[in-house]
């Protein structure tokens, strides 16, 4: 089976939504929060994978693979006789994914890097899985139909990713509310996992189901300290790009304070979704 190298990373060519700026300096790749998100995550995507039947003798395409961590989960699942083909158009972050790969001895495991769109392999794949990747993506229902040549007839495309809508703290903090309206100002595909079965559907899948998950929890919790990291990550930049005033940044910041001292506070975590489709 063909293996990619790990080498040392270059510059990425991406179709996702960056500037120029950030194509020519990517920003550090934040591998203490992608650990976080998966330790809040990672058994609710182990249930996601059994509901879109990943299963022996599959070939299975991994969309945005990132640090690795789905590829030890479809390949027990696709056994010796599957493959398993994981895309990630960071070479930084596939070169990562090629360690764990090798580390683990995953032989029936083949990480690719490059422009999303002209490294796409060549089908036909059983499953396609797409985790916390798609929202990236410019044009989503392009994306779609390019996939929709690469699964086979009744084949399944599984799209994991959040739903920002549910995230609430209590006692309420309404400097949170004002971020989260910000927030949606920065792409197109915030509201991604809500658009995502028109688009589906307009590119030739049946929508099968949607599968959505929430946690609430405490302050110190793994889920609250990943929601924490996402709001101190999140806000400077939209200070930054006049989407929020200081003021109300500084606000979130002493709310949030606050809550992570009181006995009663409780935090609804954003809502992980998965949809499933399916080739018509």
């Given at each position: 089976m063909e293996h990619f190298q790990p080498q040392e990373p270059e510059t990425p060519a991406l179709t996702t939504a960056r500037d120029l700026a950030e194509v020519l300096t990517p920003p550090p790749i934040d591998r203490d929060g992608l650990v976080l998100r998966d330790e809040v995550w990672g058994s609710e995507t182990e249930e996601f994978l059994d509901r879109l039947l990943v299963g022996p003798g599959q070939r299975v395409l991994a969309l945005g693979c990132g640090l690795g961590f789905d590829l030890p989960r479809l390949s027990r699942r696709v056994g010796p006789q599957g493959e398993v083909c994981a895309l990630e158009p960071d070479p930084r972050l596939a070169f990562e994914s090629q360690l764990l790969v090798d580390s683990l001895r995953l032989r029936n495991v083949r990480?690719?890097?490059g422009m999303v769109m002209a490294a796409l392999p060549p089908g036909p794949f059983d499953v396609i899985f797409s985790s916390w990747f798609l929202a990236q993506i410019d044009n989503v229902p392009c994306f779609l139909r390019q996939l929709r040549q690469r699964i086979s007839g009744a084949g399944r495309l599984g799209v994991l990713d959040l739903y920002p809508g549910g995230l609430r703290l209590f006692p309420e903090a309404p400097a949170l509310e004002r971020v989260l309206v910000a927030a949606s100002q920065v792409g197109q595909n915030f509201w991604l996992m809500g658009q995502l079965p028109a688009a589906l559907v307009s590119s030739g899948f049946l929508l099968e189901g949607a599968w959505p998950r929430q946690k609430a929890e405490v302050p110190g919790t793994p889920t609250y300290r990943w929601v924490e990291r996402f709001l101190l990550d999140v806000g400077p930049r939209l200070v930054s790009q006049?989407?929020?005033?200081?003021?109300?940044?500084?606000?979130?910041?002493?709310?949030?304070?606050?809550?992570?001292?009181?006995?009663?506070?409780?935090?609804?975590?954003?809502?992980?979704?998965?949809?499933?489709?399916?080739?018509?």
């Open positions: 990480v690719l890097s006049d989407l929020l005033e200081e003021i109300e940044w500084q606000t979130l910041l002493e709310e949030w304070s606050n809550r992570r001292v009181d006995p009663s506070t409780l935090l609804f975590s954003p809502q992980l979704v998965g949809i499933i489709g399916r080739g018509l």
